[in-house]
């Protein structure tokens, strides 16, 4: 009777061993999957910053291309005239 209490016992030990190491394993398979759509998220934002970056180094050239052309037309026209 007493081996078969003891041995009752360890069954109901071992299953909750399992189910602790069950959830614990869920715990991280979470983790695990936050960090990588982290990491997704990360890498988005990163990709759009590198896009806008090259979008404005494009607009500022085109906006200085058309200002010296500008100011080489007026010194073009200062030096006609004289």
Known sequence: MKL????????????????????????????????????DRTEVVKTFCEWKMRHNDLKREVCLKKKSHSIISEVLKLYSVA
Do not use: C, H, W
């Open 4 to 39: 078969l209490d003891e041995m009752n016992s360890l069954k109901e030990l071992l299953a909750t061993y399992e189910r602790s190491i069950e959830r614990k394993d869920q715990v991280i398979s979470n983790l695990t999957n936050a960090l990588q759509k982290q990491k």
